[in-house]
């Protein structure tokens, strides 16, 4: 197969569709998608693995596809994990400088840092990402480390994300019996938002929702910074399996006529009628009222805006500037911007097409943020060699506490 330099793949093995991406980083920074290789999920609920051989066997045809698609031979992936067992949280370091050290070291912002990375988070739990949000000296903040300054203490304040450490380790050990070699572990919703927010949106304050099949993920960025990020273990999955119990449709039909027919919105014009789904003779196979596929939608799709809501920090949507960014196949549901504007209040987007080329379209599709994301994830990590290796370190470091 050919061989090109500076080629990353990120991959993301969700609850309905398993995607790995090969992307090229150019000279000039420029990004090229290369290939695309995608199928069903089995063997994954709710964005962990349960079936270990179900999962490996999507993987493989996961793999084979992009391999194909790009003609490069894959050995290695940026893994995007996700569940609701991953959390993340704000914590501040604070160290006072020693008398007669009036002048901050460096020695003294990293013990700063490592104050702020130890948190306390139950046993079976491990770090993934200490990400570094802000330094403060003496009350003041800053953007960059104050080292050479004055003063007389500094504080360092990170978004500390952790998980349980079995189902990482079960994602990992998935994607190395393929095998491949695993360069980095992300947290979806931040790989998300590397795709779906510049930096002018992320100073101005963006939230970023990526609802897939099984889970939703959600990273808030408020002046230039992560401020909250988690999962909530709900996604299209669930309408479907509402629309299922209600109309007593088998899960395929209802999830298809989900997809083809309903509508989140509040707007009474568009519940008008009866949803039909014709079958190969063009007769009438399923017929639904449209008043009552859409409420089931609706009331499903709102707990989970509120779920997200009610997750961050108070007071927070308000300062949302840019606004909120949607993205995940449930996405696409119609109907679906509407409903979230009513929730949170702020304008709602879509993300623009990431400034990619390549000779496949599919890139922009929605369902492929998070993926698109890893490669934008190893594209920064590209441009900061000097610093350590990724935002939450190689994968043989990801269990090590930090500050030892």
């Known amino acids: 197969m050919a061989r090109r330099t500076k080629i990353h793949v990120g991959l993301e093995i969700g609850t309905s569709k398993t995607c790995m991406v090969v992307g090229e980083v150019k000279a000039d920074s420029a990004v090229k998608i290369l290939g695309i290789g995608v199928t ?25 596809k992009a391999e194909d698609a790009s003609d490069v031979e894959i050995g290695s992936v940026f893994l995007a994990v996700t569940g609701a067992h991953i959390h993340g949280v704000n914590h501040r370091g604070t160290y006072r400088l ?15 840092r490592t104050i702020a990375r130890e948190v306390q988070i139950p046993q079976d739990h491990v770090y993934l ?26 504080e360092a304040d990170f978004h500390i994300v952790h998980g349980i450490g079995t189902r990482i380790q079960n994602s990992i050990k998935l994607v190395r019996e393929i095998p491949l070699e695993v360069d980095d572990i992300v947290f979806s919703p ?3 938002s ?4 510049d930096r002018e949106q992320r100073q101005r304050g963006a939230l970023v929702i990526d609802i897939g099949g099984g889970t939703t993920d959600y990273a808030l960025y408020l002046n230039g910074v992560i401020t909250a990020s988690g999962c909530i273990p709900v996604g299209g999955d669930h309408v479907t399996n509402d629309i299922h119990l209600v109309t007593g449709l088998p899960f395929s039909k209802a999830d298809q006529l989900k ?12 519940s008008v009628g009866s949803a039909k789904l014709t079958d190969d003779r063009g007769f009438a196979d399923v017929e639904v009222r449209r008043s009552v596929l859409n409420e089931v939608i609706r009331q499903r799709l709102e707990e989970t805006l509120r779920l997200v809501y009610q997750r961050l920090p108070s007071g927070s949507v308000e300062t949302i500037g840019a606004g909120v960014f949607l993205t995940g196949g449930t996405s696409l549901m119609r109907g679906f911007s509407e409903l979230a504007f009513e929730v949170f209040g702020r304008d709602i ?26 490669i934008r994830y190893a594209q920064i990590l590209e441009t900061e060699r000097a610093a350590p290796p990724g ?12 500050g030892k």
């Open 259 to 270: 997809i083809m027919e309903g509508d989140a919105s509040a707007d009474p014009a568009r």
């Open 129 to 154: 990402h200490p990400i570094i949000r802000n330094y403060l000296l003496d009350g003041l903040e800053h953007s960059t480390t104050p080292v050479g300054l004055f003063g007389k203490t500094v």
């Open 40 to 64: 069903k999920t089995a063997g994954v609920r709710k964005g962990e693995i349960y079936d270990f051989s179900q999962a490996r066997a999507c993987l493989k045809d996961a793999l084979a």
């Open 98 to 112: 020693p008398d007669g050290e009036p002048t901050v070291t460096a020695e003294h912002v990293e013990e700063a």
């Open 194 to 197: 590397q795709m779906a927010l």
């Open 190 to 192: 931040i790989a998300t």
């Open 391 to 402: 935002i939450l370190g190689k994968v043989g470091r990801m269990f090590w506490p930090f």
């Open 349 to 374: 987007y879509r993300p623009d097409p990431p400034e990619v080329s390549g000779v496949q379209a599919s890139f922009k599709d929605p369902h492929y943020a998070t993926a698109i994301g890893l």
